[in-house]
T-cell receptor
Framework: DAKTTQPNSMESNEEEPVHLPCNHS???????IHWYRQLPSQGPEYVIH???SNVNNRMASLAIAEDRKSSTLILHRATLRDAAVYYC???????????FGQGTTLQVKP | DTGVSQNPRHKITKRGQNVTFRCDPI?????LYWYRQTLGQGPEFLTY????????KSRLLSDRFSAERPKGSFSTLEIQRTEQGDSAMYLC???????????FGSGTRLTVV
């Protein structure tokens, strides 16, 4: 299973962009890179995922390095509701299971 | 409701009792997963089903734990002879296809007293 490294915590101001980094240097060629976030007392929420190309959706953008050893989740304008733990997870396309790490706790200041 | 539903939301039980949790997934998503999460930690994989077949079980899943998914629809997770260390949030998730995103339920919080 691929290992990930994320900062334990980050802070952002409301309405500003946030770039959440993740290193996954042992990722296999067929693993998708998933990002989930989790609010207290809730299950994880899907944010975005991708394989090689950068991806955009209504929640965020995912920038994947050319060598796929790292990726960055971009929240274009942070809101107070974006305060959560963000998990970066290489996902096996064979089994689909996700191995969660500690994640990054994002604080958003008004 | 098109989400993943878990029942009950909370369960308090005495040590030694058996408990069963239920997960009702999104009907057309054939992969179903169970995770366990303790305070301050990320979710830990327990087991997964492809339709009704249980294809992988974590070493975390001791012989006191059993999961089923009859007919590839809802799933149940049973813990026999509960211990205080079983206290955790138990999460169920569905995956869209084999490479899609997961949808998680809100979880069942188990407290063993």
């Amino acid at each position: 299973d691929a290992k990930t490294t994320q900062p334990n915590s980050m802070e952002s101001n409301e309405e500003e962009p946030v770039h959440l980094p993740c290193n996954h240097s042992t990722i296999s060629g067929t693993d998708y890179i998933h990002w989930y976030r989790q609010l207290p007392s809730q299950g994880p929420e899907y944010v975005i995922h991708g394989l090689t190309s950068n991806v955009n959706n209504r929640m965020a953008s995912l920038a994947i390095a050319e060598d796929r050893k790292s990726s960055t989740l971009i929240l274009h304008r942070a809101t107070l509701r974006d305060a959560a733990v963000y998990y970066c997870i290489p996902g096996s396309s064979n089994t689909g299971k996700l191995i969660f790490g500690q994640g990054t706790t994002l604080q958003v200041k008004p | 409701d098109t989400g993943v539903s878990q029942n009950p939301r909370h369960k308090i039980t005495k040590r030694g009792q058996n408990v069963t949790f239920r997960c009702d997934p999104i009907s057309e998503h054939n992969r179903l997963y169970w995770y366990r999460q303790t305070l301050g930690q990320g979710p830990e994989f327990l087991t997964y089903f492809q339709n009704e077949a249980q294809l992988e079980k974590s070493r975390l899943l001791s012989d006191r734990f059993s999961a089923e998914r009859p007919k590839g629809s809802f799933s149940t997770l049973e813990i026999q002879r509960t211990e205080q260390g079983d206290s955790a949030m138990y999460l169920c998730a569905n995956q869209e296809g084999s490479v899609g995103g997961y949808t998680f339920g809100s979880g069942t919080r188990l407290t063993v007293v």
